[in-house]
């Protein structure tokens, strides 16, 4: 990414003793990710960081109480450039616009997408977005997962930005997704309740948490649609809207998402994997990201008052993969 010159506010921040022996450029770069660690490291090379009031090494490793002081750079504001990157729309009208958004497109510009991704496309797409989320996130009022396709309500309004938000912050928006997971849940429906925060060792991951170790409550409803052999097609409905809610509770159910790479291990799925080395065209890749699809949205139109329900097709790449686990004819 580019940035202008150094703030010329700092941060001042003590080290928590959790994080005490952890290299300060890595320390910064986890604490604030809109800078990665090669920009840290030229920001303390600069002597823009001080450690206890005098200047630091990258290897400088933190000790509990430090006291950083860091002049960290001004991030660029027009660096957002909007892309023709197609995007379905599922509604639209003066206030906000519902898309279906494809997999692979990561919602907004964060460090490593800086270009490429949603907000680019909106940004091309409509002549307006409210600006309530900040620079980064025109229109933005929640988010999918890069790989999660489906259904993402946009805000062209900041009226219509706060309603929508205030109906996410009271859990009166319903959503419904669906996903094939390996093994067969021995209940036709339940509820999984296990608070999640930052996995402890994975900066990318999310994990099951105590409360006391940085975990939020999380509530996730699901129920089986179809079983098959060692696979089964389910209905989420998360009750509450944590980072990777979904792929989490459904991990530690023992159910893992087909081809979620990061909690499954398995970053696709073959014919193969699903019919056996027998079947024609063993190696033909049907899924190539993590079987999930945000499938409906329930909510009231934060100007008009109306009720919505909208709903959005499952994808070719998950279709044809539940296809192929039905011609086994198995599905019970």
């Known amino acids: ?36 660690r090669s920009v840290v490291q030229k920001v303390i090379g600069s002597g823009a960081v001080l450690v206890n009031g005098l200047p630091t090494k990258a290897s400088y490793k933190v ?47 964060a460090k490593g997408h800086w270009s490429g991704t949603l907000v680019n496309a ?53 959503k419904e997704y669906l996903a094939l997971v390996s093994n067969v849940p021995s ?49 989420c409905k998360p009750e509450t809207g944590r980072t990777h809610q979904i792929r989490i509770h459904l991990t530690h159910l023992g159910h893992p998402i087909l081809a979620d790479k990061m909690y499954s291990g398995r970053d696709h799925v073959t014919r193969g994997d699903l019919l056996g080395a027998t079947a024609e065209n063993p190696e033909l890749v049907l899924l190539g990201r993590q079987a999930l699809h945000a499938y409906s949205l329930k909510l009231t139109h934060p100007m008009t008052g109306v009720k919505m329900e909208l709903t959005s097709p499952l994808p070719t790449d998950i279709a044809r993969t539940l296809d192929t686990l039905r011609s086994q004819g198995e599905a019970k």
């Open 1 to 36: 990414m580019s940035f202008t010159q150094l703030s010329s506010t700092p941060i001042d921040f003590q080290v928590k003793g959790r994080m005490a022996g952890k290299r300060i450029d890595a320390y910064l770069a986890n604490r604030y990710p809109d800078y990665s």
């Open 63 to 109: 000790r509990p109480d430090d006291l950083i002081t860091a002049w960290l750079p001004e991030l660029a504001a027009d660096e957002f450039i909007p892309e023709d990157i197609p995007i379905g729309v599922i509604y639209e009208d003066e206030w906000l616009t519902v898309v279906d958004k494809p997999p692979g497109l990561v919602t907004h510009p």
């Open 122 to 174: 909106l940004q091309f797409h409509f002549d307006t977005l409210s600006t309530v989320a900040g620079e980064n996130r025109p229109g933005i009022v929640h988010r999918l997962d890069r790989d999660t396709s489906g259904l993402l309500i946009v805000a062209k309004d900041d009226q219509a930005h706060r309603g929508l938000a205030k109906q996410f912050e009271e859990r009166t928006i319903s």
């Open 187 to 235: 209940r036709d429906r339940d509820w999984v309740e296990k608070a999640i925060g930052p996995h402890p060792t994975h900066r990318e991951k999310m994990a099951i948490r105590t409360v006391e170790d940085g975990g939020k409550t999380a509530r996730t409803f699901y129920e089986v649609v179809e079983r098959f052999k060692a696979h089964a097609f389910v209905r």
